[in-house]
Antibody
Framework: QVHLVESGGGVVQPGGSLRLSCAAS????????MHWVRQAPGKGLEWVAS????????YYADSVKGRFFVSRDNSKNTLDVQMDRLRGEDTAVYYC????????????WGQGTLVAVSS | DIQLTQSPSFLSASVGDRVTITCRAS??????LAWYQQKPGKAPKLLIY???NLHSGVPSRFSGSGSGTEFTLTISSLQPEDFATYYC?????????FGGGTKVEIK
């Protein structure tokens, strides 16, 4: 059974850093495209970043490019995102998401972890 | 970047109604479109992938159609558990983008 559990969220000051981790079970992370998607309070869904199966090709939304860095640990079967130079507009629930086999559509989501950027 | 425009943004309907939500892409995306349902405080759930394929476990009252730039999600007979917000997402090219959402509420 597929399970995704995010951790690492919390309150951080503007300009600070946070690292989110997503523990995957029931499947092998390196065999699928994996995504991070966020949702600001009361707002819609926003795609943040993706890592392709090859683990080399990584893509980012313009809003986080150069500040967020996605990575994968095949030995631990985890997905991470390092978030630097955080801004108020990064405040959101962050979801780890698994794509369908051979595609990019998300078939499984984590429960989400809240990141609040505030002084 | 490919923009997705969902309409309507808000919909009021009754149990048993047929409901249609539209998603328009700013450029052709073939059939690389997914539909998700999200309830308050919960993660989204996949309903439809590749424009018209029903995800495993999703009731058959949900259906998707379209290709290119125009797509629809149809709920043939709205059930109480279907009151939620629905999002489309294009998977044709990065950056991946979501539509603004359609909130379906009880009339």
């Amino acid at each position: 059974q597929v399970h995704l559990v995010e951790s690492g969220g919390g309150v951080v000051q503007p300009g600070g850093s946070l690292r989110l981790s997503c523990a995957a079970s029931g499947f092998i992370v390196r065999s699928y495209v994996m995504h991070w998607v966020r949702q600001a309070p009361g707002k819609g869904l926003e795609w943040v970043a993706s890592i392709e199966k090859d683990g080399i090709n990584k893509y980012y939304a313009d809003s986080v490019k150069g500040r967020f860095f996605v990575s994968r640990d095949n030995s631990k079967n985890t997905l991470d995102v390092q978030m630097d130079r955080l801004r108020g507009e990064d405040t959101a629930v962050y979801y780890c998401a698994k794509a369908i086999l051979g595609g990019h559509d998300v078939d499984y989501w984590g429960q989400g972890t809240l990141v609040a950027v505030s002084s | 970047d490919i923009q997705l425009t969902q309409s309507p943004s808000f919909l009021s309907a009754s149990v048993g109604d047929r409901v249609t939500i539209t998603c328009r892409a700013s450029q052709g995306i073939n059939i690389f479109l997914a539909w998700y349902q999200q309830k308050p405080g919960k993660a989204p759930k996949l309903l439809i992938y590749a424009a018209s394929n029903l995800h495993s476990g999703v009731p058959s009252r949900f259906s998707g159609s379209g290709s290119g730039t125009e797509f629809t999600l149809t709920i043939s007979s709205l059930q109480p558990e279907d009151f939620a917000t629905y999002y489309c997402q294009q998977l044709s090219s990065y950056p991946l983008t979501f539509g603004g959402g359609t909130k379906v509420e009880i009339k």
